[in-house]
């Protein structure tokens, strides 16, 4: 199994700052990993996909850096928004399957204010 | 295509009751995912099915707890009986696993839980 840490449960920052979040975890260096927003009545929502071998992926104002060798993934949030307030979570797949099975992580719960 | 959907979308029952929720995947897709959310323990997978076989219960918390997938579009959860620590938002989710080392999951909207 994987065990997933999330920094600080809770995100507060400004409109318009970068909003980063970190997932880290501890046993096996995955062949990806992914990043999901949950809004609050919803189920998570897929966002961004990033692979061992590649170093940083971005998607419009998302941006997701992967280190192996720290066991540490950057979730970045550039010019952030009051619409960008939700819970982000990371999920990593199960070592060697091929069935789909994802780690979840407990979630960063980001508030983005005026 | 309509995306995962889940029945009922909320549910209150009484101690004791047998509860049964409801999943249709996106068509498809191999593999079928039921999770359990709440505050305190975060997003736990109870169970999960490929190509309509159980492959992992490790999470189904106790017997009372119980799934099955008869057909490739449709799954069921049951609780009996409920009782209300299973008060929890109860989430399907469904994926295309075909080895292409990118399963990302599409849940549906959940179902929520409440046994007084």
């Known amino acids: 199994s994987q065990k997933i840490e999330q920094n600080s449960e809770a995100l507060n920052i400004q409109e318009g700052k970068t909003a980063t979040l970190t997932c880290n975890y501890t046993?096996?260096?995955?062949?990806?990993l992914q990043w999901y927003r949950q809004d609050p009545g919803r189920g998570p929502v897929f966002l961004l996909l990033i692979r061992e071998n590649e170093k940083e992926k971005r998607k419009e104002r998302l941006k997701v850096t992967f280190d192996t060798t720290l066991k540490q993934s950057l979730f970045h949030i550039t010019a952030s928004q009051p619409a960008d307030s939700a819970t982000y979570l990371c999920?990593?797949?199960?070592?060697?399957?091929?069935?789909?099975?994802?780690?979840f992580g407990r979630g960063t719960q980001l508030t983005v204010w005026p | 295509d309509a995306g995962v959907i889940q029945s009922p979308r909320h549910e209150v029952t009484e101690m004791g009751q047998e509860v049964t929720l409801r999943c249709k995947p996106i068509s498809g897709h191999n593999s079928l995912f039921w999770y359990r959310q709440t505050m305190m323990r975060g997003l736990e997978l109870l169970i999960y099915?490929?190509?309509?076989?159980?492959?992992?219960d490790s999470g189904m918390p106790e017997d009372r707890f119980s799934a099955k997938m008869p057909n490739a579009s449709f799954s069921t959860l049951k609780i009996q009986p409920s009782e209300p620590r299973d008060s929890a938002v109860y989430f399907c989710?469904?994926?295309?696993?075909?080895?292409?080392?990118?399963?990302?999951?599409?849940f549906g909207p959940g179902t929520r839980l409440t046994v007084l």
């Open positions: 999920a990593l797949p199960d070592r060697g399957s091929t069935l789909g099975r994802l780690y």
């Open positions: 989710a469904s994926s295309l696993a075909a080895g292409a080392r990118s399963d990302t999951q599409y």
């Open positions: 046993n096996y260096s995955p062949a990806y």
């Open positions: 099915f490929n190509n309509n076989v159980p492959i992992d």
